[in-house]
Structure formats: structure tokens, C-alpha cells
């Protein structure tokens, strides 16, 4: 621009920000990878090892049987999200896009539990499903299918489904609201156009719905993805530190917190940790760079 | 068009009424039986309590044992705090960012843009270090300062992105009058509230519901936040149903109403912030 004085006022508007913004997320995030570099010798003293603690991680015989149980246990946690939350949350959007009566009255309840936090909703459903309290036993006796009531959270098949489906249940209403954001900015006269040619709502759908929200299907993809591998505190608080029974739901982010902070008689490792935040780190990139550069050029690709 | 177009908004209706249900149902239930003495939690469960079986034993449990109005008072300052320096150090990062062409613009703004999808989590174990070094751990000022710097990536975004639209011509007109910089960015302002109040909708969520960071850089008893509160109580009192049905209204039902009394500032945030 044409202002010749060295732009003080720029430098006085950005500072603050980049300031904490580098201090407390940039700087710890470079000193954590910087971390994971690094160990213990014999002596005591910190050395550099490369990628020596990447290595123990993955394939040294205490290391490597947990890491990859969580390792897992979280793909299978980002399905259940993928194949259960996503298109329910999609299916409940295209319901509410109709424009029904009362459609905010629905969605504000929707989303209730996702305002919650997770530690309440995690006790909330252990209550639920306890057999102490018989709730679950109940309802499924009113059902007739009394017989399959199991104690969910306390059984190695069927903790981590089940921890999975309750944080369905509590963040469902993102991909709704996201999915409905977008459905609502259709206009109304494609639609319109649709019916009159006797397209059913199914048609309209599959063919006028779903390809036009196609970029809001990917940033749900990409922010389920990035949520569910940053996961902790469902299952920390429903299942303690050790993700029982005999670490059934032990996804990274409680693998991660165990080892920096040590359990029983483990003492913690910040070596170890920020070896375990590295790798979590590098999933979480690549998920997000594949959808940069895949989903965002195949969209590019459709529209001219 | 073969069906009556009323049966099939019997059927929407009938959809989202049954998963309204399902979403609500857990919640009720711990509500209505907070308020139940401990025979009727288990012989009535779906009951509304009534003068035979009402009781407050289970407030009276966490009156004793816990300091929650301490809890509360943590959690207020801490999102509070953070809030506050998020819309403060945000706004005037986005107005610089929005309003002058520099040289690093497009770098500073990328730069800002790694938190968006890098969770701050995973340097934790270098914001504890840090923590320790700067004698911060067990303080609420860590939580805030850590939780600003969460928000920061998300506000600089949406609200640059508000300010570009902003005309021109009312800002020119500003600095012709003699308007000194900083006084316009502070103009500006009033003009942006809409994406201010989106910001606050959507960053205010994640800080008052978090608790891995309480947990690691501020446990101690003073500068518990009310997640962290509740868990370590609900931890302790697992088998006194009344207490832990008490803890868990008390945690529900601010949020749930605050919630309903700002819900569409906040759905209006979360649609104009995650999609671009």
C-alpha cells in the first residue's frame, strides 16, 4: 500500500494473537516432537536417539502389543462414527430440511447432548446401563428381548461398541446441523423443479441432495476423523485410565495419557508420551492432507 | 404422488419424535430420580417423584463432600477468562489480517490456520513442561492462557473472513476525519457482532466440557473446574445412587438451560464456522 512509516499498528493488531497462539500450542507441540527424539541414557542423562523411540513403540514386545490395540480399538471407534453417527446424522438433516412444523424445536433437542459434557454423559450412560440399576434390563423386557441384556460396558466384545455408540448418541447433532446448514441452502426451485417431474423423495435425494452437499460430507469426514483420533475423555471417564476391561477400550488418547503419566506401578515416560503424541499427530496430518489434496481435487475435478 | 402428502409428514414427524426421544430419555431419567429417595430409584425408576419419595438427601451428600459453587466459580472464570481474551486477541489479529496488505498476510494467516485441525492436545506434554517452567501448574491463568490459544485458530478465521465484506468506504471515511488506527479497528467492532457472538457460541463448548486439561495442569482442590469436580465426586460416590444422581442434575441443568436461552446464536455459529 502507499504508506511509506514502518506499519506499527500491523505488528501492535497481530502480536497478541501470534504471541499466545505460539507460546502455549506451536512452541509445546515443536518441543513435544523435539521430546519424542529424545531419551534417557544409562546414566540419567538426555540424549538424542532419533527414531529409536518410534521404533520401540511399534515393534519392542512391551510397547508395541498396547499401541497397536489402540491403534485398533480407534479405527474401529472412527467407523462406528462413520457408518452409524454420520448417516443417521445426515438421514435426521433431510428429514428436518423438509421444512417441517416444529423443526427447531426437534433440533434443539437433537443437539442437546452435545452441549454436555462428555464425563456427564459418560456417567449418565453408565447408570443407564448398569444392571444394579436395571434400566437397560427393563426396557429390554418390554421389548421381549429381555434375554440379551448383558452388563455392555463391562464385557471385552462389547465395552468399546458400546462406548462407541454412546458418543453417537452425544455428537450426532454436529453432522446434523452441518449437513442441514447446507441442505437449507439448496434452492428451493431445484427442488421444486424435481418434484414436479415426479421424482420421489428418494430420487431427489441421491441425485439433487447429496451431490450438491458433497464439500460438507468431507469436512464431516475430516472433523470426525481428527475428533475421534484426539479422543480421551469418554472413555477415561467411563472406563478409568485403563480402558477396561483389560484395555478392551483403549483407544490413543488414553494410551497416550497412561504412558506419559504412568498407572499402577508404570511410572510416567514424557519420552515415551511424546513419542505416542508424535504418532497421533502424523495419523491426524495425513488424514487431514488426504482430504486437502484428494476429496477437495476430486470435488474440483466434478464441478468444471 | 401416490400417497397423501400428509402421511408422509406423519412419518417425518414420527422419526424425529422417536430419536428426540433417545435423546433426551438418559437425561430425564437422572433428573427425575435426583429427586427420589434410594427405594424409589430402584422399585419406580420412570416415576415422578411425589410427596412420599421427594428427598434432597443426594444434594445434601454433595453439599457436604464437595465444594461445587468453588467448582462453578472455577469453570466461570476460566471460560470467562478465556473467552474474553479469544474475541479480544482474535478480533484484532483478524482486523489486521482482513484490512492491511503486508507482506506476510497470507503466511501469518496460514500460520494461524495449523490449529484449526491440529488438536493443541497433542503438545501436552510440552504445555505441562512449559507449565512447570513458568510456575503456572495448578493456576486457573494456565487454563485460560491454554485455552486461548485453542480458540484462536477457529476466531481469526471466521471473523477475518466476516471483516473482508466489511465496506470500505465507512472505514476511509473514518481515517479522512482523522481517525487514528487503532480507533477504527474499535469501529469495527459493533459491526462484526454477529460473528462475535458465533465465536463465542462455539468456543465456549469445548472449554467449559473439557476436562484433560484440568485434569493434567490443574487438579488441585482449589482450582477444580466443575467436569473436573464432578468426575473425581462421581469417581468417589459410584454406589450412593442419590449423590451421584444429584451431582450429575446439578452439571446438567445449568448447561441445558443456558443451552436452550442461546441456541440459535449457537447453531448459527457452528454452520457459519465449520463450513466455509
Do not use: C
Not at chain 1, 216 to 222: F, N, Q, S
Amino acid at each position: 500500500m502507499k504508506r511509506k512509516p514502518f506499519p506499527w499498528h500491523v505488528v501492535v493488531f497481530l502480536a497478541p494473537a501470534v504471541a499466545i497462539y505460539s507460546l502455549f500450542m506451536i512452541y509445546p507441540l515443536i518441543d513435544s516432537l523435539i521430546l519424542s527424539l529424545q531419551n534417557k541414557d544409562p546414566d540419567g542423562a538426555v540424549v538424542f536417539v532419533g527414531l529409536q523411540n518410534y521404533q520401540t513403540l511399534f515393534s519392542s514386545e512391551n510397547w508395541s502389543k498396547p499401541f497397536w490395540n489402540a491403534f485398533w480399538n480407534n479405527i474401529e471407534f472412527f467407523l462406528y462414527h462413520m457408518l452409524i453417527q454420520n448417516p443417521v446424522g445426515l438421514l435426521l438433516a433431510v428429514l428436518l430440511a423438509s421444512r417441517i412444523r416444529g423443526g427447531w424445536l426437534y433440533r434443539t433437542i437433537i443437539f442437546t447432548p452435545t452441549i454436555l459434557s462428555v464425563v456427564i454423559v459418560g456417567f449418565v450412560w453408565r447408570l443407564v446401563l448398569n444392571p444394579a440399576w436395571g434400566i437397560s434390563q427393563g426396557i429390554l423386557d418390554a421389548v421381549g428381548l429381555g434375554n440379551l441384556n448383558q452388563p455392555w460396558l463391562g464385557l471385552e466384545n462389547t465395552a468399546l461398541p458400546t462406548l462407541s455408540l454412546i458418543s453417537v448418541w452425544q455428537n450426532i447433532g454436529i453432522p446434523m446441523m452441518l449437513f442441514l446448514a447446507a441442505l437449507i441452502r439448496i434452492p428451493d426451485e431445484l427442488l421444486e423443479a424435481a418434484r414436479v417431474d415426479g421424482a420421489s423423495a428418494w430420487t431427489v435425494f441421491w441425485r439433487i441432495q447429496l451431490p450438491l452437499i458433497l464439500p460438507t460430507v468431507g469436512i464431516v469426514a475430516v472433523l470426525t476423523f481428527v475428533g475421534n483420533f484426539n479422543a480421551f475423555d469418554l472413555i477415561y471417564a467411563t472406563q478409568g485410565a485403563l480402558a477396561g476391561p483389560n484395555f478392551a477400550s483403549d483407544i490413543l488418547g488414553t494410551f497416550f495419557f497412561r504412558t506419559f503419566f504412568g498407572y499402577q506401578l508404570q511410572p510416567g515416560d514424557p519420552y515415551m508420551g511424546a513419542t505416542v503424541a508424535g504418532v497421533m499427530l502424523l495419523i491426524i496430518l495425513t488424514g487431514v492432507l488426504i482430504y486437502l489434496f484428494a476429496w477437495q481435487r476430486r470435488l474440483q475435478n466434478i464441478q468444471f | 404422488m401416490t400417497r397423501p402428502a400428509w402421511l408422509g409428514a406423519l412419518a417425518v414427524h414420527v422419526a424425529l419424535l422417536a430419536y428426540s426421544a433417545l435423546a433426551l430419555f438418559p437425561v430425564l431419567l437422572v433428573i427425575v430420580n435426583a429427586f427420589k429417595d434410594r427405594l424409589a430409584i430402584f422399585s419406580a425408576p420412570y416415576a415422578l417423584p411425589n410427596a412420599q419419595t421427594f428427598t434432597l438427601e443426594g444434594f445434601r451428600t454433595l453439599q457436604a463432600t464437595a465444594n461445587f459453587p468453588a467448582y462453578f466459580l472455577n469453570s466461570l472464570l476460566v471460560t470467562g477468562g478465556a473467552l474474553f481474551l479469544i474475541i479480544l486477541v482474535s478480533s484484532m489479529a483478524a482486523f489486521a489480517l482482513a484490512e492491511y496488505e503486508f507482506r506476510l498476510n497470507t503466511l501469518t494467516g496460514l500460520y494461524l490456520a495449523i490449529g484449526i485441525m491440529v488438536p493443541i492436545r497433542l503438545g501436552t506434554v510440552g504445555i505441562l513442561q512449559l507449565a512447570v517452567d513458568l510456575n503456572l501448574v495448578n493456576t486457573l491463568w494456565i487454563l485460560i492462557l491454554v485455552y486461548t490459544a485453542q480458540g484462536i485458530p477457529l476466531a481469526v478465521f471466521v471473523l477475518s473472513a466476516f471483516m473482508r465484506q466489511l465496506p470500505r468506504d465507512l472505514k476511509d471515511a473514518a481515517r479522512i476525519d482523522g481517525a487514528s488506527e487503532y480507533r477504527i479497528y474499535w469501529l469495527t467492532l459493533p459491526l462484526v457482532r454477529p460473528a462475535i457472538g458465533s465465536v463465542l457460541a462455539i468456543s465456549m463448548i469445548p472449554i467449559w466440557n473439557d476436562l484433560w486439561f484440568p485434569l493434567i495442569l490443574a487438579p488441585g482442590e482449589r482450582t477444580k473446574t466443575v467436569v473436573l469436580g464432578a468426575s473425581v465426586f462421581l469417581g468417589q460416590f459410584v454406589n450412593d445412587y442419590n449423590a451421584v444422581l444429584a451431582a450429575l442434575t446439578l452439571a446438567i441443568v445449568p448447561a441445558v438451560l443456558l443451552y436452550f436461552a442461546f441456541s440459535q446464536q449457537l447453531i448459527r455459529g457452528i454452520t457459519s464456522g465449520a463450513v466455509k
